[in-house]
């Protein structure tokens, strides 16, 4: 049935191809849209040889792969030089953040310590540099303080008040084990979810969305910092409107602005700015960039230690611990506090940490894998937390310089822990004196790209709606609401923008480019030929349960047929039509019981006779002029043996010989046989209902009616013998669906319109067929392998047949006007 040849007007001869036929020629292998069997499934799993058990070890860990062939002549000397700009960067960074984090500063410096050497046997990605960051600070910090806040006797600006010294040392220590158990419950999810091969969670969270929540949690740090900058003491306050309260409350406590503190702050924001716009507008002459923070540190501790700052009331780092803290359990009781947050900061720092190694890889062309990228940050994570510090992931502004110093691998993330051990074990008490301000300004400052990511919303306003929309959205819940919520409220909008276009998208009636085996929508090209009698039909998303109805409301309306209220009024019609029958064996009964009884009467007066002598008889009785004597009764009645009755009509025939005659026939006087009206004029007369055949006429009987034919009422006209429709952009197919499908076939058959698939994949397919769709109206062989093989087939099967339009109407006994 599909291997027929092509017809003629098409430019490639070559033989259709149908579902069927392309089984048979291809022998797939499947299981009828099931899954390969279990057993087959854990057969696969649990084999496993030298080479797949290498592979799988290798796999887990990275380092195994790629260290024995680092080549120490030609990666050595820039990871080294690379990990040290790199180590330097995370000493004012790793002590800044930590006070978003609402942590003490010595607790940043651990952070940026351990994840980075769990991540050097774990990661892939050869070039982010894992350690602090802005927004999983924030996030860490919103925990913080939500379930320690400060307490009624704690200060921030006066450290002179031994109560208020101990009740800060109790709360901060209390914050450190908060941000310990939430970091190791979101690496133990972040682990969790990268064994069950779930990396693509990260592929939710789209660039605008990533985007615009960088943004707006940077005016969450800004809004942190400023407690830092005025030497003020607001109120922090968390969830919804959180950010607009404590704005406001700094504002009104701007007349207690510590003007010392804001001296400091004001100069350090001022020099950071001058020296990085030096540094970035000579970037390409400075072998490495200069490293502004950490000059900004230390002259900083410096001028406040001989200075002595703290004397005015300046807050100041304090105390710094030298060596490292021994490792500790986190307090699980703590997780079911904290599973919220933990869940928000392992998507967010998986997102962000996924986006930077797949964007470096992208550049220097290896590859990164997503699941493990997600196992080596979640065990940075957990290893971390049991260390005390808060979550991590990759920073754009290190790896950005790990990148430009010449980083080659993992490496450089070695050369830069070593720089933050070093500091830990010896240089931390130097930094005892170092305002919190100049940190303050540094994060401040170090937030200038995130603001510049405002301009995206020009660049998405021009190139699209839908994505700015998002934009807006993701930076408005997030300002408004907290960071948790509003991450969740963001990617929520998102995937419903995703389910809006599905349920909206584009139908489009498809042309055939002459010379070629293309079809392309009529509407949007030129040159493009309608194909006479086939409807060519394609949505440009997957038909589902959204957007079923849609769907056919759109086929409605680029076919121009409304089925249902063809069908509707041929139903009306076939209604009608059945009624009339049943009045018609109505009357055609009390007609043959008129005729038993008179058959009865007559052969009770023996008045039977033959019907050939008696029409020879009268016959010659009608030779007679006109001036002659008409026939008497006993002339018209005669009695004879052949059980026949002939009435003849109460006028003779007419001047042409031409008459007619009733007869009845049948040899059972109690039978039901109908009556017929036979003669010369071939006319039959039925309460009123007069039916011109050719050459014979008879009653109506129910026997001989058969199914009305909806282009036969007039009263609608079309071309259409075959729809086609391609199914090509779907890649699943739903109960909905194939229920929808299913109608569609049926209703356009009704109307005598061939319904044809093309373009399915496979798996579309075998969902059909597991629901149901395929039976022995609706084959596989109406099931084409591309638009081109079945409009070949429809114009083989249907081209031979003519489709004119039906422009002539029929009245209810089916007389032609």
């Not at 998986?350 to 196992?375: C, P, R």
């Not at 993992?410 to 070593?418: K, L, T």
């Not at 014979?696 to 071309?719: F, P, V």
Request: hydrophobic share 40%; with cysteine.
């Amino acid at each position: 049935m599909g291997m027929a040849k092509r017809s003629a007007g098409m430019t490639v001869q070559r033989e259709v191809m149908d579902e069927q036929s392309l089984e048979d020629l291809t022998q797939r292998l499947d299981y009828n849209g099931r899954h390969p069997p279990l057993a087959k499934c854990i057969k696969q799993r649990v084999r496993c040889s030298v080479v797949d058990l290498k592979r799988k070890v290798v796999g887990c860990l990275p380092v195994l792969y790629w260290l024995p062939r680092y080549s120490i002549w030609d990666y050595g000397m820039p990871d080294i030089v690379s990990g040290i700009s790199v180590g330097i960067m995370h000493l004012p960074q790793g002590m800044a953040y930590a006070l978003l984090a609402s942590l003490p500063p010595v607790y940043g410096l651990y952070t940026s310590l351990y994840p980075a050497l769990v991540y050097f046997f774990f990661g892939t990605s050869r070039h982010i540099s894992i350690g602090t960051f802005t927004v999983l600070s924030i996030m860490v910090g919103s925990v913080t303080e939500t379930l320690v806040p400060d307490g009624p006797g704690s200060s921030i600006s006066d450290s002179s008040n031994s109560t208020a010294e101990y009740d800060v040392v109790a709360r901060d220590l209390h914050r450190v084990q908060v941000a310990a158990a939430t970091t190791v419950l979101a690496g133990l999810i972040q682990v969790v979810l990268g064994l069950v091969q779930f990396g693509f969670v990260g592929t939710y969270l789209s660039e605008p969305v990533v985007r615009a929540y960088t943004t707006a949690a940077s005016a969450h740090a800004v809004v942190a910092q400023l407690k830092y900058l005025f030497g003020v003491s607001p109120t922090r306050l968390n969830g919804p409107l959180a950010l607009i309260y404590t704005l406001v409350d700094v504002c009104l406590l701007l007349p207690e602005t510590h003007l010392p503190t804001l001296a400091v702050s004001g100069v350090s924001m001022l020099v950071l700015i001058i020296a990085k716009e030096l540094n970035a507008a000579y970037r390409h002459k400075l072998p490495v960039p200069v490293p502004v923070e950490l000059l900004t540190i230390v002259a900083a501790t410096l001028i406040s230690s001989y200075a002595e700052l703290s004397t005015y009331k300046v807050p100041v780092v304090g105390e710094i611990p030298c060596g490292l803290s021994p490792p500790s359990v986190p307090d699980f009781n703590i997780f079911g506090e904290v599973i919220g947050d933990a869940f928000a900061i392992a998507i967010v720092g998986y997102a962000i940490s996924i986006s930077l190694g797949k964007t470096f890889a992208l550049k220097h062309g290896y590859k990164v894998d997503s699941n493990q990228e997600l196992v080596a940050l979640g065990l940075s994570n957990t290893v971390g937390g049991f260390f005390q510090c808060f979550a991590v992931c990759p920073s754009m502004s290190r790896s950005l310089v790990q990148d430009s110093a010449g980083g080659k691998t993992q490496m450089a993330g070695i050369s830069s822990a070593v720089i933050v051990l070093v500091t830990v074990l010896k240089l931390g008490p130097l930094f005892q004196e170092l305002p919190k301000a100049v940190l303050a300004a540094i994060v401040i400052v170090n937030l200038k790209g995130m603001f510049k990511q405002h301009y995206d919303m020009v660049t998405l306003w021009r190139n699209n709606k839908i994505d700015l929309l998002v934009w807006l959205v993701t930076w408005v819940s997030t300002l408004l609401l907290n960071l948790d919520m509003g991450l969740g409220a963001s990617v929520a909008f998102a995937l419903l923008t995703v389910i809006f276009r599905t349920q909206r998208p584009r139908y489009s009636v498809l042309g055939h480019v002459p010379g070629t085996e293309l079809y392309v929508d009529m509407e949007t090209h030129r040159g493009v030929r309608e194909v006479p009698g086939i409807t060519i039909f394609r949505s440009s998303a997957t038909v589902y349960f959204a957007n079923a109805e849609l769907y056919l409301a759109a086929l409605k309306e680029k076919s121009g047929l409304d089925i249902g209220k063809m069908i509707m009024y041929k139903r009306r019609q076939e209604a009608k039509q059945r009624r009339r029958e049943r009045r018609a064996r109505r009357r055609a009964r009390r007609q043959a019981k008129r005729r038993q009884q008179a058959f009865r009467a007559a052969s009770q007066r023996r008045e039977v006779f033959s019907v050939e002598e008696e029409a020879a008889h009268w016959q010659d009785g009608q030779g007679q002029t006109e001036t002659s004597t008409p026939l008497g009764e006993e002339q018209r009645w005669r009695p004879r043996e052949n059980s026949t009755v002939f009435v003849m009509p109460d006028s003779p025939g007419s001047a042409e010989g031409q008459c007619s005659w009733v007869y009845l026939k049948g040899l059972d006087p109690d039978s039901d046989t109908q009556g017929s009206t036979v003669g010369d004029g071939d006319t039959a007369t039925l309460d009123g209902d007069t039916a011109t055949l050719d050459g014979d006429t008879t009653t109506l009987d129910s026997c001989s009616m058969e199914r009305m034919s909806l282009g036969s009422l007039g009263k609608w006209t079309w071309d259409i013998h075959s729809i086609i429709l391609d199914l090509s952009t779907a890649n699943f197919i739903d109960t909905v669906a194939i229920k929808l499908m299913r109608n569609i076939v049926h209703d356009f058959g009704e109307i005598d319109i061939d319904v044809y698939i093309a373009g399915c994949q496979a798996t579309v397919v075998d969902e059909l067929e597991c629901g149901g769709f395929f039976s022995d109206s609706m084959t596989k062989e109406r099931l084409f392998a591309t638009v081109h093989d079945a409009v070949l087939y429809c114009q083989n099967h249907k081209g031979h047949i003519s489709h004119t339009s039906y422009d002539y109407t029929l009245d209810i006994s089916g007389t032609r006007l």
